[in-house]
């Protein structure tokens, strides 16, 4: 139930933060590979997020998965503490404050 709340938490924090021409979404498949949040820019998914209420969150093989279906190049676990790092090549791990703060690096 934490877990659930806290991203109903998070989306609206992320959706508020950004200003432009952007669109979100929630990714799911048949197969059941899925993302919490989908940023859009034009139409072209840029930014995947996952959020997990952890500090030591492990990567699903689905968060892989959508991230190659989806192509994105900047991927991230919203989690509620810790600092800023690497999990995997593509995916970092960092809490909702840094990310709201370098979203306009992540949008060029």
């Known amino acids: 139930m934490v877990g659930a709340s806290w991203e ?3 989306i609206p924090q992320v959706k508020g ?3 432009g021409e952007f669109d979100f979404a929630f990714y799911r498949t048949h197969e059941g590979t899925e993302a919490d949040l989908i940023i859009l820019k034009g139409g072209i998914p840029k930014v995947l997020l996952e959020i997990k209420y ?7 093989k689905g968060m892989l998965i959508a991230i190659a279906d ?7 676990i919203i989690i509620p503490g810790s ?4 999990v995997h090549k ?3 791990v960092m809490k909702l404050p840094n990310f709201i703060g370098q979203i306009d690096s992540f949008m060029k």
């Open 90 to 92: 593509r995916i970092q």
């Open 83 to 86: 600092d800023t790092y690497p």
């Open 17 to 19: 933060s950004f200003h």
């Open 54 to 60: 952890t500090n030591a969150p492990k990567i699903s």
């Open 70 to 76: 989806l192509g994105t190049d900047q991927n991230f």
């Open 8 to 10: 109903n938490f998070i």
